[in-house]
Every structure is written in C-alpha cells, then in structure tokens.
C-alpha cells in the first residue's frame, strides 16, 4: 500500500505523526498516542511466521478474540436446558443481519436431529387430496429471499414490573433476523387444494414436543414461507433444520421447527401454547388471546449494561435495534436525558418489511450521568409506548408482549445499568 501525505510519499516516521496528529484533531476519538507505540514500533508474532493454510478451517469460524461473544441463557429462567431459551448477544452485533450460530435458541424438549433424507411434511385435514413432500419435492418449487425478524412473545417479559436482567442480551435477545430461502406455504396448500371450510391450518413439530398452533388461513395464504437455508445456509439443528415454518411478523412461538405436518381445519384447535400459554391475563381477570402480532419495538443495545462507554467523555457511538411486526420503521427518537429532550435517530441499512432496523445517534459525551431511551415509530403510523403506558391498558399479570421503552442509566464511569423511567 501507499499513502499519499499532502502530496508526497511520506517517511514512516512523518506518517505516524501525521496520524497522531489526525486523531488529535478527531476531538480525542482516535487519541491513541502513535509515537513509540510497540503495537506499531515492534515486529507482532503474526508478522514474523506464516499463517493458516487455506484448508484448516473448511466451514470458518470468528476470530478466537471473539470468544466471548456467545448465546447465554439464564439458569433460573426455566427448569431444564432442554425446555429453555438462551439470548442473542445483540450488544455485539452491528447492522441488522444476526449470524447463525448467534441466533437465540427456544425449545420445549430440545433440539431435534433429524436426516433431511428421513423427513417429510404432509399437508392433510380439509384438502382435496393429502399430500406429503420430501425435501427433493419442496425444492422444486419456485423459491423467494426474506430478511424477517422472529421474536419470541416472551421477550422482556421478565420486565413487567420493573427493571430486572442486566443487559440487553437479557431484557431484548429473544430475538434475530435472518434472510431465509424457501417456498411460499400458500403454493403447498394449493396444490393439496383446500376445501373450501378449511379456515385454520396447524403445523405440527417433528421434535418431542411436537408444537402446534392455529393459524388462520388468511395469514398461511398471505406470506408465510416453508424455509430450508437462512442466510445462504441450511437451517442449523437449533433453528429447526431441515424445514421450519416463518410466520412474519407474528409471535415466534407460531414459527414452528422440524416442520413435519400442516393440518387444513375449519376452527381453530385452541392447543396448550394458545389456552393456558401465548395469552395474556388482563387486570379484570380476563385474558387476551390470539394476540399474534409483534408491536413496534426498539432498544439501544450500546451503550447498555454489557457495552459500557469505555473511552471516556467526547464523540460517542450510540446504537439500537427496532422493529414492527406491522411493518418498517420510517424513524426512531433517543434520548439521553431520560426523555426530556428526544433527538430523531440516523438509520442505517435496508428497511425492510417485518425486519429489523439500525440506528445511530453520534453525540459528544460530557462525562455526566446519562439516561438512555429509544422509541421506535413504525409505518403504520403506531409508536412505542412507555411501561407505563402499557401497563395502563395492559396490567401487571402479563409476560408476553412487553414492547414498552427500556432505559439504560450510564453512570459517571461509563457503566450501564438497567432501571425504569416512565
Ligand atoms: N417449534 C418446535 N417444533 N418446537 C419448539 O419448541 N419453539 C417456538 C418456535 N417453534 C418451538 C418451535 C418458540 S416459543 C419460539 S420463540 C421459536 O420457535 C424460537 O425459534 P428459534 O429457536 O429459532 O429462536
Ligand atoms: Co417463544
């Protein structure tokens, strides 16, 4: 490489002053002191022996300085790992696309290992003729791209009542967003051809819980997609490989894994995880149910709890993530004064249909306490409520479908902490 520095290909000496001088005038954003800096000065061990081979990885894996970015789970959460969810660690993530191995896994009774060879998905119950497909059969039908979100409908449900896990890993990580490759369901059901009562499907799990749930005909019709790849891959075991179900913008429990049988009905089958489960008891005593749709959400995930500010005061990075199940986000509000004056966001990357969305705020940091919130506007027009509010109209029995702001307060040194203001 050669840099060219004001006109003339400087010494390297000349350059690492310049640089130096570069970062000063950066108002200490790369303040790193050039000059006699061994990291630069000295020879790395890197530097000095060949590297890697071509073929010692032949499916690459991140950097081993990456280590600690990792899915995590929360023991006390649930009884056993096999009926448990870990998080996607979104505090480390940039851009809207979350890679495979980072995607939270949730199952009822663990993954499933099934032989693509083996499975089969039929499509029975109030069709004209019961078919059953094996993966070869799926894939001779035309074949759509779409990056959607799937959101479990107990993200943040730890947090109805206040302030409780202690980053965004935690409050926000039942959550990620992949571009998945496969069929549309409504070619499947046209081809068995529904009857014309046939007004719910259910799909059906091929792993020991065998998940089910009810789906009105109108959504399996509109965009839900039959998928075997996410992001240009095979499904991974976790995310229900070989063929899972993608429901977009509905809660993630609909999204069924090991996809093995969709039954045609007239009603829905009013099963576990839409009775005693996936509903919501309301302050009166009553419950909501068949509350499908994912709500305009948001939340910074740096800085926060587990990504504190760690450069001290100046030009400052702050990032999140938002999402509708309604549709795109045209706009997102941060404040960092507890809501007291909120500022519009710069967005980043596509905007995308039922997908996530990036923000940015750049600010100059004071040194002073600071209280962190987003708040996500979605196309419909619908934004974000605070806790409050939905505690309002919503109580405090709930668990799912908490989309209310969160707050980060950020103390003098930088460290993040998860409370309430609402
Ligand atoms: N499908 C089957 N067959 N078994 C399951 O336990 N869990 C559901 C859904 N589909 C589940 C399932 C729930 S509650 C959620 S939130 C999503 O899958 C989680 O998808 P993921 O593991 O890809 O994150
Ligand atoms: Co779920």
Redesign the pocket.
């Known amino acids: 490489m050669t840099v060219s520095f004001k006109g003339k290909t400087p010494s390297r000496r000349a350059f690492l002053k310049g640089a130096a001088a570069a970062g000063g005038t950066l108002a200490g954003a790369g303040a790193a002191q050039a000059a006699g800096d061994p990291e630069i000065t000295e020879l790395q061990p890197w530097m000095q022996q060949l590297g890697d081979g071509v073929d010692v990885a032949p499916y690459g894996k991140p950097s081993e300085y990456e280590a600690h970015v990792q899915r995590r789970t929360v023991e006390w959460l649930t009884a056993d790992p096999v009926s448990s969810i870990n998080f996607t660690p979104l505090h480390e993530l940039d851009g809207i696309i979350t890679p495979n191995g980072l ?7 663990g993954t499933a290992h099934i032989d693509p060879a083996k499975h089969r998905l039929m499509i029975n119950g109030l069709v004209d003729t019961p078919l059953v497909f094996n993966m070869a059969d799926l894939m001779r039908f035309p074949r759509e791209n779409h990056v959607y979100f ?1 959101e ?1 409908a107990a993200n943040s449900g730890m947090e109805w009542r206040g302030a409780q896990l202690n980053g965004c890993q935690f409050t926000h990580g ?1 959550i ?1 967003n992949v571009m998945y490759t496969g069929v549309k369901l409504k070619y499947l059901l046209e081809e068995a051809g529904v009857k014309t009562n046939g007004k719910w499907i259910m799909p059906e ?1 091929a ?1 020991a ?1 065998a ?1 089910t749930r009810s789906i009105p005909m109108e959504k399996a019709l509109d965009d839900c997609l039959v998928v075997w790849k996410m992001n240009g891959e095979a499904l991974r075991p ?3 490989y070989p063929l899972r179900l993608v429901v977009p913008g509905w809660e ?2 609909m ?4 996809l093995r049988r969709i039954e045609v009905g007239d009603e829905p089958w009013h099963h576990r995880e839409e009775t005693s489960k996936y509903t919501d008891l309301l302050a009166d005593g009553t419950a909501r149910r068949f509350t499908w749709e994912m709500d305009a959400k948001s939340v910074i995930t740096s800085p926060s709890p587990q990504a504190p500010i760690l450069h001290g005061k100046g030009p400052t990075v702050l990032t999140g993530l938002a999402w509708s199940g309604r549709g795109t986000i045209p706009r997102v509000d941060v404040t960092i004064d507890g809501g007291k004056t909120w500022h519009e966001a710069r967005m980043s990357g596509p905007s995308l249909d039922k997908s996530m969305h990036r923000f940015y705020f750049e600010f100059d940091w004071d040194g002073g306490e600071l209280l962190l919130q987003s708040r996500a506007h979605d196309s419909t027009g619908y934004v974000q409520p605070t806790k409050d509010e939905l505690r309002e109209y919503r109580g405090t029995n709930s668990i799912y479908h908490n989309n209310g702001i969160q707050t980060w307060y950020v103390n003098k040194n930088g460290e993040a902490e998860n409370v309430e203001v609402s």
């Open positions: 995607c939270f896994e949730r199952h009822h009774s799937l479990c039942m990620h799990g792993d819980a998940m976790e995310q229900g993630g429990n999204w069924v894994k090991w």
